[in-house]
C-alpha cells in the first residue's frame, strides 16, 4: 500500500529539506518507487538541490489547472523521481493549495511512497501539505527555539487528527551547547526516528546537485538517513561491514 509522508518543521534552516531529498533516495535505494515533491512553493529548493530549477511544466502550472501532475515529474539520474515548484513569483498567483491533497492521491496510483517536503512552519502552505499526508515526521535541531516550534507543530498536527510518525533531530554538532537528545524526547514525547550528525558531504552533496547519500554514501549523514528511511519502510537494514563491501556480501 502507498503512503504519503509529509516532512515539515516549526522553523527554517533546521534540515527540512535535506531529509526530504535523502529519505527519499534512500528509500529508492531499497528498491522503492518513490516521488519527492516540493510543496514548499513560497521558497523552493528540490529542483535547485536535484539540478532541475527550471523546467516546463512544474507544481505550479498543475496547482493552478493548468497541467496534469503526471506531465509534472522528472527523473533524477539516480533513479529518484522529483516534482518541482516554479521559482518564479508571477508563478504563485491562483494556485490552490488545497489541490495539494488531490496531487497527492494521485502520486499514491503510481509510487511506493511520496514524500512532500512541506514549507516551514504553520502557514496555509504548510497547513495544506500537512493536511495531505498520512504521516508526518518532523525535522528539528537541538536547539530551544526550533524544538519550541516543532512542539507547536506537533500540536497542530495532533489537533487536525494526523499521525506524527516520528522526529528527525538534523544538523546534530555535539556540543555542549545543544540540548541533550533525551531532553528533545522528553519535551516533544514523540519518537526519535533518527539523528542526522553536521556533514561537510551533506553541503557538498548540494553543489554536486544530489542526494548525500549517493555522493558521500559512507558519510555519516548518509548512514542516518538510509537508517530512517529504513524505519519508514519497515525494512530491517543492516550497514555492510568493510569485509562485505570488499567482497559484495
Partial sequence: MSKLITITSGKGGVGKTTSAINIGAALNSFGKDVIVLDANLTTPN????????????????????KANVIDAIYEHESGTKIVPSSLSVKDLQKINHNRLKEVGRKLKKIADFVIYDSAAGLGD??????????????????????????????????????????????RVK??????????????????????VPEDE??????????????????????????????????INYKEKSWF???FGF
Fill in 125 to 170: 502552505e504548510a497547513i495544506a501539505a500537512i493536511n495531505s499526508g498520512d504521516e508526518m515526521v518532523i525535522v528539528t535541531n537541538p536547539e530551544i527555539p526550533a524544538v519550541t516550534d516543532a512542539l507547536k507543530t506537533a500540536k497542530v498536527i495532533e489537533q487536525m487528527g494526523k499521525k506524527i510518525r516520528g522526529v528527525i533531530i538534523a
Fill in 46 to 65: 528540490i529542483g535547485l538541490h536535484l539540478g532541475a530549477p527550471m523546467v516546463p511544466i512544474n507544481l505550479n502550472h498543475v496547482l493552478s489547472g
Fill in 201 to 234: 558531504s551533506v553541503h557538498e552533496s548540494l553543489v554536486m546537485k544530489d542526494a548525500v547519500i549517493h555522493t558521500h554514501p559512507r558519510s555519516k549523514a548518509a548512514k542516518a538517513y538510509k537508517r530512517i528511511a529504513a524505519k519508514l519502510a519497515g
Fill in 174 to 195: 555535539g556540543s555542549k551547547h545543544e540540548m541533550p537528545i533525551e531532553n528533545v524526547r522528553e519535551m516533544l514525547e514523540l519518537p526519535i526516528l533518527g539523528i
Fill in 244 to 246: 562485505g563491501r570488499l
